[in-house]
């Protein structure tokens, strides 16, 4: 079984900054793609970004473009999320899982999705 820990979410007002980590542990693969979702209320989840197994090349929804940036230490078994400039409509649940490639995002390779980590920003 693969356990996948979100950590880094708080309240933080508009324009601030927060630093998502997710932790992976069990078996899995450096060869994984990594992506950040999130799910607000009464809405569907939505993905956010993703990054290559080998790091380095990002794929980032529209929505957060330029404001978030995603990162991972293979070594750590972490991915990071980077999230500036934040808003109200980033209020959300935030999630990680894996993808076979940065074109698989739709289709995540773990059905447990844990906890993710809450979100909130005030206006």
């Known amino acids: 079984q693969v356990q996948l820990v979100e950590s880094g979410g708080g309240l933080v007002q508009a324009g601030g900054s927060l630093r998502l980590s997710c932790v992976v542990s069990?078996?899995?693969?450096?060869?994984?793609?990594m992506g950040w979702f999130r799910q607000a209320p009464g809405k569907e989840r939505e993905f956010v970004a993703a990054?290559?197994?080998?790091?380095?090349?990002?794929d980032y929804a529209d929505s957060v473009k330029g404001r978030f940036t995603i990162s991972r230490d293979n070594a750590k078994n972490t991915v990071y999320l980077q999230m500036n400039s934040l808003k109200p409509e980033d209020t959300a649940v935030y999630y990680c899982?894996?993808?076979?490639?940065?074109?698989?995002?739709?289709?995540?390779?773990?059905?447990?999705w844990g906890q993710g980590t809450q979100v909130t920003v005030s206006s």
């Open positions: 069990g078996r899995t693969s450096s060869n994984f793609a």
């Open positions: 990054i290559k197994g080998s790091g380095g090349i990002t």
């Open positions: 899982n894996a993808a076979r490639s940065l074109s698989s995002t739709s289709a995540p390779l773990y059905a447990d």
